[in-house]
């Protein structure tokens, strides 16, 4: 087989069995590709290229008795997840020198499954925390988007998103506090899935947020991503937040009834947008889904959020804040706001918590509808060299409780507006990632948003 | 991501602060408090986003005030007792 980068991880792992392609050249073509795409895009933190080789060549020996999918396999990781041997910079400046001798269980899992990690991937600097205002808001400067250079590639996973789409690695992972996995997902055309909280264990990944953080796949489909996440899932003593119940993507499930929520779109001028969810909308009448209109019960959940990011976020990195790399950061926006958030209030952030109790009654969407689909956001990334405060106008995005409850979400291409992929998502119970992959894999079975690559 | 609601919250913040007296005063006239701990003192632009950010955090808190809690309920954290360990 001749090496296409783009293939899916079923296709590559048939190759690789039958002899088509070894994991060596697949390494060395990725491992071009971000050199020269991935770099050209400002997706790449740090080269994994030695060991990665050393790995392939490893995984070629052993392919004859490989049991995972994933085996010899190249991937790239956030540059929040530590990998041992590497620099682990969260996307900073002032954490140029910054290596952890452990791997973050996710790695480790997916070096258990015979994957080859080729490269640390770029991120907004520590993903997001203190609110960044700008898309260079990284060590490697703002990344592009793999179908347009002219916008931003979403973040904070920003590197996950563009690397993945451009084709530079098989997969990736992505971590999420509030949208970093699905944005990005959706302004780079890719399926992200954003598992429920406690699903992936969070050990070695930098905290944002300890009670809001979730590591997920960034893939070119529904299927990849649901392959990568039953092999990073489950239970870590490391990570007292993970559960124990088994991930089952396959679970059989009743015709899955669809909500809408009611005001979507209400106000918006996004008709691009508009046409493009309806064209969804239609393809799951067609398949027989029921569509309802629901609504979450009116609460301040971004108030919420938003305090806890900065209490949590302050937190994790007071050690930083305090200390003498802290203006290194490359958004003064993010020093402005990390500065404010020290000050934090103790009833403030009781407040957010014990708000998040009363979020819980937002569960009672589920009796009315199995999953929620709403688009990701209305337009595609904004421009890549303005302040979001000139150009986030109009983008809608999910401002319901599914962040600060945990649930789970898959982002998937559902149209495209000037070029650019329009996403869509599918937001499910807890626990209930099942609902979100099946409805998704059926929709790319009837459509190929998923299929359009970057020029 | 960038949160949407920090943008929404942003438009709105100085109405919001200006409803809020203590706090909008506390943004505009001193922010030692916030600086106080820094290893370098905040450039004039970095003050000057400070200010902007504790507009912001006002219009949070207003959310925040105005959504009433029940009486007695519990946060949504639990601290789990675990063994003590040892021989």
């Given amino acids: 087989m001749s090496f296409n980068p783009f293939s899916s991880i079923k296709e590559t792992a048939a190759a690789l069995r039958r002899k088509k392609i070894s994991s060596t050249e697949l390494t060395q073509n990725y491992v071009g590709r971000l050199l020269s795409l991935g770099r050209a895009h400002n997706a790449v933190a740090q080269m994994c290229t030695e060991e990665a080789l050393a790995s392939a060549a490893l995984a070629d020996k052993e392919m004859n008795s490989a049991k995972s999918l994933l085996h010899g396999i190249p991937y790239g990781a956030k540059d929040l997840l530590s990998a041992k041997g590497y620099p682990t910079r969260w996307g900073s400046p002032g954490h140029e020198m910054q290596q952890f001798p452990y791997d973050a269980t996710p790695i480790a899992k997916l070096r258990g499954h015979g994957a080859i990690l080729v490269a640390k991937l770029a991120m907004i600097e520590l993903a997001g925390g203190g609110n960044y205002n700008v898309p260079w808001a990284s060590a490697t400067g703002a990344c592009a988007s793999a179908f347009d250079k002219n916008r931003w590639a979403g973040g904070s996973s920003s590197g996950s998103g563009a690397a993945t789409a451009l084709g530079c690695v098989g997969f990736s992972l992505g971590s999420e506090t509030s949208g970093s996995i699905t944005c990005p997902s959706a302004f780079n055309g890719l399926t992200g899935f954003r598992p429920t909280y406690g699903r992936v264990s969070r050990y070695g990944a930098m905290a944002l947020c300890w009670t809001l953080d979730k590591i997920g796949p960034m893939c070119r489909s529904a299927e990849d991503c649901g392959i990568v996440l039953e092999a990073i899932a489950g239970y870590d003593e490391k990570d007292p937040s993970t559960f124990k119940d088994k991930l089952n993507l396959k679970r059989r499930n009743p015709k899955l009834r669809i909500g809408l929520l009611k005001d979507e779109f209400k106000d918006s001028k996004a008709e691009v947008c508009k046409k493009a969810y309806a064209d969804a909308i239609a393809v799951f009448k067609k398949l027989g889904h029921e569509v309802v209109e629901v609504s979450y019960p009116k609460m301040p959940y971004d108030a919420a959020v938003g305090i806890i990011v900065d209490a949590e976020g302050a937190s994790a990195h007071e050690h930083f804040i305090k200390g003498p790399d802290f203006d290194k950061l490359a958004d003064i926006h993010q020093v402005a706001g990390f500065a404010a958030a020290m000050e934090t209030r103790a009833v403030d952030y009781l407040w957010a918590l014990r708000f998040r109790t009363e979020a819980l009654k937002a569960n009672e969407i589920w009796d009315k509808c199995d999953v929620i689909f709403t688009p990701t956001f209305y337009h595609p990334g904004p421009p890549i060299d303005k302040l979001f405060s000139e150009t986030w106008v109009d983008m809608g995005g999910d401002g319901g409780p599914s962040n600060l409850l945990g649930w789970p979400a898959m982002a998937f291409p559902i149209g495209f507006e000037d070029g650019s992929p329009l996403g869509g998502q599918f937001i499910a119970p807890a626990m209930r990632e099942d609902r979100c992959y099946q409805m998704t894999i059926a929709f790319q079975r009837e459509t190929d948003w998923h299929l359009k690559r970057p020029v | ?87």
């Fill in chain 2, 1 to 87: 991501m960038p949160k949407p609601t920090r943008r929404e919250f942003l438009s709105g913040a100085a109405a919001a602060a200006a409803s809020l007296p203590a706090l909008a005063s506390t943004a505009q006239d001193d922010l030692s408090k916030f600086t106080r701990n820094l290893a370098k003192p905040l450039s004039e632009e970095a003050k000057a986003k400070l200010k902007a950010n504790l507009e912001y955090t006002a219009a949070t808190l207003k959310a925040r005030e105005e959504f009433k809690l029940p009486e007695n309920s519990e946060p949504a954290t639990v601290y789990r007792v675990s063994p003590a360990g040892g021989k």
